[in-house]
């Protein structure tokens, strides 16, 4: 999957780009091992979520750019479900299905009124619910919500949940490893982000919703 960011031109206009390859997810039985598999994509993936949410101001939920962009991520993850099936074997949901749920949770960082505060709930209820199936399973839901507080209050960011810190701290290779990629993606992100680059981007709008499908779709004809 190709895996976008964004930045601002010199007019203050928001654009988008490509910055990576998001490869079918990897079979494996437990849910755990998906949480912690290192990948750069998914956490770049996360951080465009969240500069679309800190485009509004807090407050500002019920926007038709909010539900344009709600409704299209859950759009093409249902288009998506079936090419993504047919090059996974991993028995997962495709990537936009936890991100649409992350959104929601995300909101409510940013918001922080009743409204997101019930979408946010249900949000994580079904995350719960779709943990075994969801990519990422149910703490990828949360990975937007904690790039939002990252940004806003970094100081509020300390995660020891699965031991890496520990493991990471004896120089085990893969806590190492899944550490460094958890902090730099999305530190590459933002500074794809701030970049001024010598070229020009184009504006990538709702057509580059087509990119997942018709690369999962691509992918499958290379098999």
Not at 82 to 111: C, D, E, I, K
């Amino acid at each position: 999957m190709m895996a976008s960011t964004s930045t601002i031109s010199g007019n203050g206009t928001l654009r988008a780009k490509i910055t990576t390859n998001e490869a079918p997810a990897m079979a494996h039985s437990q849910p755990f091992f998906r949480a912690r598999e290192p990948r750069l994509s998914f956490p770049q993936f996360c951080l465009a979520v969240v500069i679309n949410v800190l485009r509004n101001q807090p407050g500002e939920l019920f926007t038709q750019s909010n539900g344009r962009y709600l409704a299209f991520l859950v759009l093409f993850a249902a288009l998506s479900e079936v090419p993504y099936r047919m090059v996974s074997t991993s028995g997962t949901f495709n990537v936009l299905v936890t991100l649409a749920l992350g959104l929601l949770v995300a909101w409510r960082v940013q918001h922080r009124t009743l409204e997101s505060l019930v979408m946010a709930g249900g949000a994580i209820l079904v995350g719960y619910l779709l943990s075994e199936p969801l990519m990422y399973c149910f703490y990828g839901v949360f990975v937007p919500a904690a790039l939002v507080l990252a940004i806003k209050r970094p100081e509020l960011i300390v995660n020891s949940r699965t031991g890496l810190f520990e493991q990471a701290a004896q120089l085990e290779p893969f806590a190492v490893l899944a550490l460094l990629i958890a902090a730099l993606a999305p530190l590459l992100g933002l500074v794809l982000f701030w970049a001024r680059l010598p070229f020009k981007i184009l504006p990538v709008t709702q057509w580059s919703y087509w990119f997942y499908p018709s690369g999962l779709l691509g992918i499958h004809n290379l098999l």
